[in-house]
């Protein structure tokens, strides 16, 4: 009874061992969704902004980052001013169910309108769990936790400022390689579902 006892035993440390010698998982890459677009009312992100969410239950590393994206994760496409989706697409939703995305009903110049995501900026470029790898200074002796960005990714300077006496956020995170903003460059073409698919 005892040997076989014993034997489970190290057969479970032997595996948890194996697993311990393996990659450890990071999940800086793991893709998510940002609270904001579980709002109705939320027309979508800008691609001149970085937006982070640091307290994302869908990510690992608790930190959604959203680098330079346009649109809504959820609807690459976008819809107009009425909710009307183009040719070859649906209508925006709310994540995970059938409530349509109305838009700010106080701006009567976008109302329910959605841009449709960039095809050199889709989310899957842009829009993914990630971590800080270093202070605005490019330092990580400060005292603060950083982390290490994994193989394919870069620790890149993104949030310079977000206010007053607030530096937590600020600072470099990683990102995929070569998907670097270029202002000059970005969103020269957007996602279409007849001449640019990008689902």
Request: net charge negative; proline share 6%; glycine share 10%.
């Amino acid at each position: 009874m005892t040997r076989s006892i014993l034997a489970v035993v190290f057969a479970v440390g032997a595996v948890g061992a194996l697993s311990a010698s393996g990659c450890k998982q990071t999940g800086v890459g793991d893709p998510c969704t940002p609270e904001q677009e579980y709002e109705p009312d939320f027309n979508g992100f800008s691609e001149n902004e970085v937006n982070v969410e640091s307290k994302s239950f869908q990510c690992q590393t608790r930190l959604c980052l959203v680098n330079h994206f346009r649109g809504r994760v959820s609807c690459p496409y976008g819809q107009d001013q009425s909710g009307g989706p183009p040719a070859g697409a649906k209508s925006c939703k709310v994540p995970g169910g059938d409530q349509a995305v109305t838009g700010n009903p106080n701006d009567q110049k976008l109302l329910a309108t959605v841009q449709p995501q960039c095809v050199d900026r889709k989310s899957a470029n842009a829009v993914y769990c990630s971590c800080r790898c270093a202070n605005v200074d490019g330092k990580t002796n400060d005292g603060a936790n950083y982390c290490t960005c994994p193989d394919g990714f870069s620790c890149t300077q993104l949030v310079s400022s977000i206010g007053a006496g607030d530096v937590g956020l600020t600072g470099a995170y990683c990102i995929k390689s070569n998907t670097a903003y270029d202002r000059a460059t970005a969103c020269s073409t957007t996602c279409d579902p007849t001449s640019a698919k990008c689902d």
